[in-house]
C-alpha cells in the first residue's frame, strides 16, 4: 500500500485537510514531534469527531533531553502511546533512550531545538563549520556526554 505524503507546515489546518480528504478511515503522521500544538489538537477531534483513526509516529525527547512541544502535547491527547519495538541501544548496549547534538564531536545541550545533522556515521558534513551529528546514548552516557570510542 502507497499514497502519497503531505509536508506539513505549521499553518496547515490537519482538520480541514481531513474533511477536504474525505471519505478518509485512517492517517498516518510521521515526525509529529514537529507538530504544533493546534495541530495535535486537530489530530484529537479528528479521532473524535470524524470516526478516523490516526497513528503518530515520532522521537519522545530533543537533544536536550526535553520532550519536544508536539511529543508533549501527543502525550496529553493520545488514547494510547508505546514506544517502538525495534529498541535503539546506546554504544554501551544499555537502552538509548536520548538522541544527543554532537557538535564537533562533543555532545551539547543548549541550542535551537531544529538543527539538522547527519545521523548516518561519524564522519559529520558540516554545517556553517560546525560537524553536527545526532547519537544515541543511554541516559547515563547522554548526560555525562560519553561517546565511546
Ligand atoms: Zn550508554
Known amino acids: ?4 505524503a503531505i509536508e506539513v507546515t505549521p499553518d496547515l489546518d490537519l482538520y480541514r485537510l481531513a474533511t477536504d480528504s474525505w471519505p478518509l478511515h485512517y492517517i498516518v503522521c ?3 514531534q514537529f507538530y504544533t500544538k493546534a495541530q495535535c489538537e486537530d489530530l484529537a477531534r479528528i479521532v473524535d469527531d470524524l470516526d478516523v ?3 503518530a509516529f515520532g522521537l519522545l525527547t530533543d537533544f536536550r533531553g526535553e520532550l519536544f ?17 525495534v529498541e535503539a541501544r546506546c554504544w554501551c548496549g544499555a537502552r538509548a533512550t536520548h538522541n544527543a547534538r554532537v557538535v564537533n564531536g562533543g555532545v551539547v545541550y543548549e541550542g ?7 545521523t548516518r556515521d561519524s ?5 556553517f563549520g560546525d560537524s553536527v551529528r545526532y547519537e544515541l546514548l543511554c541516559r547515563n552516557h547522554f548526560r555525562t556526554g ?4
Do not use: N, Y
Open 146 to 149: 560519553d561517546l565511546g570510542t
Open 69 to 85: 512541544d508536539g511529543t508533549k502535547r501527543m502525550l496529553e491527547l493520545a488514547d494510547e502511546h508505546s514506544p517502538l519495538q
Open 1 to 4: 500500500m502507497a499514497a502519497p
Open 53 to 55: 483513526d490516526v497513528f
Open 112 to 118: 535551537d531545538t531544529v538543527m539538522v545533522g547527519d
Open 123 to 127: 564522519d559529520a558534513q558540516p554545517l
Open 30 to 32: 510521521d515526525e509529529v
